[in-house]
């Protein structure tokens, strides 16, 4: 069994790469830089390289897709259509999607939501035997220094979503164990599944971390995420945020059903924030 896994250079992909290569497996990273976590091969590339993915493919029996944080319909719809082309002729017996965001039912007009559900129905109708994974928000995105800042110095958590709009959290760690699962079950081929731990409001979520919530202005998000992700990113998550505050509320409230069914343990908050060296600090 080798596994091609996509964005092994950063902090998903990384964790996924990581967590396979922990059991044993044959695995291959891509990323654009060819920077890959200890064990894994390194392949320099880009998803609108066939040349390439073609090379990246070769001898790969098992895939875990992600793509890049790219929102444009047209280039987004061509990096899924190649990443499928090339799993398919190189007989893939397993594609494990991350979209990166749970996926809602219908349009949104947040192209970071709307590019996906469209790269979700790809993969799934393709010939390619696949799963899709929906994680809802990452724990370590409190990690952040714009979230991190308030949390460590003021004991305030502020996060751009209303206090009450309940999210279940996941953990990198825990997305690597459900792609492992998914990569590897019986019985998972088509499925949709969404992760997560039990729901929290934000005032839950702050107590983990012995702390008070704050509703963050979604502009002000922008300002802080502009020079971690470019402002172009961060724009497009930022329309997430607004989303999921008016009509998507409940899009992140739903238990994980899919970890039950993978056969994996959620990290709660209190958990994740007890592991971590700067939140002990305070």
Same mark, same amino acid.
């Given at each position: 069994?080798?596994?091609?896994?996509?964005?092994?250079?950063?902090?998903?992909?990384?964790?996924? /790469?990581?967590?396979l290569?922990?059991?044993?497996?044959?695995?291959?990273?891509?990323?654009?830089t060819?920077?890959?976590?200890?064990?894994?091969?390194?392949?320099?590339?880009?998803?609108?390289?066939r040349? !390439?993915?073609?090379?990246?493919?070769?001898?790969?029996?098992?895939?875990?897709?992600?793509?890049?944080?790219?929102?444009?319909?047209?280039?987004?719809?061509?990096?899924t259509?190649?990443?499928?082309?090339?799993?398919?002729?190189?007989?893939?017996?397993?594609?494990?999607?991350?979209?990166?965001?749970?996926?809602p039912?219908?349009?949104?007009?947040?192209?970071?939501?709307?590019? !996906?559900r469209?790269?979700?129905?790809?993969?799934?109708?393709s010939?390619?035997?696949t799963?899709?994974?929906?994680?809802?928000?990452?724990?370590?995105?409190?990690?952040?220094?714009w979230?991190?800042?308030?949390?460590?110095?003021?004991?305030?958590? !502020?996060?751009?979503?209303?206090?009450?709009?309940?999210?279940a959290?996941?953990?990198?760690?825990?997305?690597?164990?459900?792609t492992?699962?998914?990569?590897?079950?019986?019985d998972?081929?088509?499925?949709?599944?969404?992760?997560?731990?039990e729901?929290?409001?934000?005032?839950?979520? /702050?107590?983990?971390?012995g702390?008070?919530?704050?509703?963050?202005?979604?502009?002000?998000?922008?300002?802080?995420?502009?020079?971690?992700?470019?402002?172009?990113?961060?724009?497009?998550?930022?329309?997430?945020?607004?989303?999921?505050?008016?009509?998507? !509320?409940?899009?992140?409230?739903?238990?994980?059903g899919g970890?039950?069914?993978?056969?994996?343990?959620?990290?709660?908050? /209190?958990?994740?924030?007890?592991?971590?060296?700067?939140?002990?600090?305070?």
């Amino acid at each position: 069994m080798t596994v091609l896994v996509f964005g092994a250079g950063g902090a998903q992909g990384g964790a996924v /790469a990581r967590r396979l290569v922990e059991e044993g497996l044959a695995v291959r990273g891509v990323s654009r830089t060819g920077a890959v976590p200890e064990g894994v091969e390194p392949v320099r590339a880009d998803l609108g390289d066939r040349g !390439r993915l073609r090379e990246a493919f070769a001898g790969v029996t098992h895939v875990s897709m992600a793509l890049p944080l790219e929102y444009d319909p047209d280039r987004v719809a061509a990096y899924t259509r190649n990443v499928l082309a090339e799993a398919a002729a190189a007989g893939v017996a397993r594609l494990v999607f991350n979209p990166g965001n749970r996926l809602p039912r219908a349009g949104t007009g947040a192209a970071a939501f709307d590019t !996906r559900r469209a790269a979700a129905r790809a993969v799934l109708d393709s010939p390619v035997p696949t799963v899709v994974l929906c994680p809802p928000i990452y724990l370590e995105n409190l990690a952040a220094p714009w979230v991190r800042q308030g949390l460590t110095g003021e004991g305030v958590l !502020r996060y751009p979503l209303p206090a009450s709009v309940p999210v279940a959290w996941l953990s990198h760690a825990d997305l690597a164990a459900a792609t492992l699962a998914a990569l590897t079950g019986d019985d998972l081929v088509g499925a949709t599944l969404d992760l997560g731990g039990e729901p929290v409001t934000g005032p839950e979520l /702050a107590a983990a971390f012995g702390a008070r919530y704050e509703a963050m202005d979604v502009d002000a998000f922008v300002a802080g995420a502009a020079a971690a992700l470019g402002p172009d990113v961060a724009e497009g998550v930022a329309a997430t945020y607004r989303w999921v505050a008016g009509p998507g !509320r409940e899009l992140y409230a739903a238990p994980s059903g899919g970890a039950k069914r993978l056969g994996i343990e959620v990290t709660s908050p /209190a958990d994740w924030a007890a592991r971590q060296a700067w939140s002990r600090q305070r």
